[in-house]
């Protein structure tokens, strides 16, 4: 079997594409110098937050994530950050080619919270590879990528805070059910609130609703109280 061996060398934000992409530059390399007429490779990529230190700040931030700093110990887990594909063409002995990963800022995501929370330095990140190698010099052999193959990389904080700042500049995002978007969408209407922004900054200054509103019980999460 060709021992293929693979290593990132480089990511940056794509300020062309339509949502959030980060695209990793991925260095693949067949051992002996063999020839590989195409690659089919999938890619997890795994963050690991316990290889890196915060600062304070940082650390309140992932408390959410994995509770006080005192049970980090047991608490820093590998989050889950992307699984990729990506078709590598013919070469011979090594090439580079990038692994293109659309990415969320959906606040529900874990690994969004996480990165969300990091001020600067870099992101500990981990590639493991599987996938279909299609060899040979004298017709096509076809043969795995073994399991066992990974990489490590240290994405720097800037590169994901650039792309989020191409597509939500100076905003932050949140995902709501549908009926809570309907309520918050009448609670606007009612009290003729030029924008999203207002709404919800009346909803944080305490501007009660009718009784019988539904946005009562999300009014109730900010610790104000009734007159």
Do not use: K
């Not at 870099?122 to 590879?129: A, K, S, T």
């Amino acid at each position: 079997m060709t021992a293929f061996s693979f290593a990132c060398t480089g990511v940056r934000a794509d300020g062309y594409a339509a949502g959030p992409t980060l695209v990793f530059r991925l260095r693949v390399t067949a051992g002996d110098n063999a020839r590989v007429h195409a690659l089919a490779l999938r890619c997890q990529i795994r963050i690991e937050p316990a290889r890196r230190g915060y600062e304070p700040a940082e650390a309140d931030g992932l408390a959410d994530l994995f509770g006080e700093r005192s049970r980090w110990g047991s608490t820093l887990q590998p989050v889950q950050f992307a699984q990729v594909s990506v078709m590598v063409p013919s070469f011979t002995g090594e090439i580079e080619t990038d692994l293109v990963v659309p990415c969320t800022y959906d606040m529900d995501i874990a690994a969004t919270r996480y990165l969300t929370a990091l001020t600067d330095g870099e992101v500990p990140l981990l590639m493991l590879f599987s996938g279909t190698a299609f060899t040979g010099t004298g017709g096509f052999q076809v043969e795995p990528v073994p399991w066992d193959r990974e990489a490590a990389f240290r994405m720097p904080v800037t590169a994901w805070r650039e792309m989020v700042e191409q597509h939500f500049p100076g905003c932050g995002w949140i995902r709501l059910p549908r009926d809570t978007m309907d309520a918050l969408l009448a609670y606007r209407s009612r009290h003729a609130l030029p924008s999203w922004e207002a709404t919800v900054a009346a909803l944080l200054e305490g501007v009660d609703p009718p009784a019988h509103d539904p946005l009562r019980a999300l009014t109730a999460t900010t610790g104000r109280t009734d007159p």
